[in-house]
């Protein structure tokens, strides 16, 4: 079958939409019909060139539809349910998926760089050459197809353009407190960044009961926002001292958790300033793949403990429909995430608003 899709030629040039295939399903395959995909920083990565994915690709891993077709040996979903699509798909039986974490499933981790499905294989196609896929979804497409680990059912109650956001943004959040640092009522929490993945953070942190939840970043109108989502006191990094800040609302002790998700470099140092003995840092924030990061030794002594998070400790079967329901029940905000709607060929604005630091998300609604 033939649809369209936004495809990457050239690091550094546009996406361009054009017309693609998709070849036959396999038996563990699932064709999802794209209603929704949110644009997300790591797909600003790939046309940056900062994170290397083999051209010409498919980009799009935060996406929710409606499952279209499924493979002979599918059976967790069927035509016509609603799906949150996974970035993270995995095989459930190699080395770390027998040792419960599946974010390092082998297949995943071999066969996703190179731009292919779980089997080593892709399934798109423009012009009758290969194109690759993106984290094993390639969402920003009218559709895509996963596999059958990839596709996770979701009450049909909630929107698409909101089911989208749970796959990726709100996912590593909010999983960074419940599922990673495993945050209880009357924990102290510090949330360093307030983009989409810190402010789903300070969610996560709302959600666990923390107090205070302290915000920080440089911008007056991310600060206000992460009032919006539960922070109940903002910093401004370019004007206070940010842990001096935070001992004082800590007893002088500094935070039990504290969230880096503004980008790793220029806040790791204070990430560990604002965090108390035997207290931990998660850290949600990217930069370059090859970039040497820094730390003042002294600051991680005292027990505190580092720890990286992808994908906020995800179990998509299991947390995806809890995160949608959470937001139907009115206890998550995914519609302030939301910064602007886009179709499919405006999506070249879309990533420039996001490089301008204008946008918390944008999200394409795609015409079928």
Not at 23 to 33: M, S
Not at 86 to 110: K, M, T, V
Not at 157 to 176: E, K, N, S, W
Not at 290 to 310: D, H, P, T
């Amino acid at each position: 079958m033939d649809f369209e899709a936004a495809v990457l030629h050239e690091i550094g040039g546009a996406l361009s939409i054009e017309t693609v295939s998709i070849g036959d399903l396999q038996p563990t395959d699932v064709l999802v019909r794209v209603h929704a995909s949110g644009l997300c920083h790591t797909d600003l990565e790939v046309m940056q060139g900062s994170l290397a994915y083999p051209l010409p690709i498919v980009l799009g891993h935060e996406g929710a539809g409606v499952v279209e077709a499924v493979g002979s040996g599918v059976t967790l979903v069927k035509p016509g349910d609603h799906v949150v699509c996974s970035w993270n798909p995995n095989c459930g039986h190699c080395f770390y998926c027998d040792r419960d974490q599946p974010i390092l499933c082998e297949p995943f981790a071999h066969h996703q760089p190179k731009g292919h499905l779980l089997d080593g294989t892709s399934r798109l196609s423009i012009n009758g050459e290969k194109l690759h896929h993106f984290s094993v979804m390639s969402s920003h497409a009218q559709f895509c197809v996963v596999p059958e680990s990839g596709a996770i059912k979701v009450p049909d109650a909630i929107p698409f353009d909101r089911a989208c956001l749970i796959g990726c943004g709100v996912m590593t959040g909010v999983g960074a407190l419940l599922n990673i640092a495993k945050a209880s009522v009357g924990a102290s929490a510090v949330v360093l960044g307030c983009g989409a993945v810190g402010l789903n953070a300070i969610q996560g942190a709302h959600l666990a009961g923390c107090e205070p939840i302290i915000a920080v970043d440089v911008a007056p109108d991310k600060l206000e926002k992460a009032k919006i989502f539960g922070a109940t006191h903002t910093f401004n990094a370019r004007a206070d001292d940010v842990a001096a800040r935070v001992k004082e609302l800590t007893a002088g002790r500094g935070a039990d958790h504290v969230i880096e998700a503004a980008g790793i470099l220029g806040t790791l140092q204070t990430a560990f300033d604002c965090t108390r003995p035997g207290g931990d840092v998660v850290l949600l924030g990217k930069t370059d793949v090859n970039a040497q990061v820094g730390l003042r030794w002294g600051s991680m002594m005292g027990e505190r403990k580092m720890i990286r998070s992808s994908y906020g400790g995800a179990r998509p079967r299991r947390d995806f429909p809890l995160l949608a329901q959470l937001y139907l029940d009115g206890k998550l905000n995914l519609d302030d995430l939301i910064s602007m709607r886009i179709d499919l060929d405006q999506i070249n604005d879309g990533f420039a608003a996001m490089a301008e630091n204008k946008i918390i998300r944008a999200v394409i609604e795609m015409r079928h």
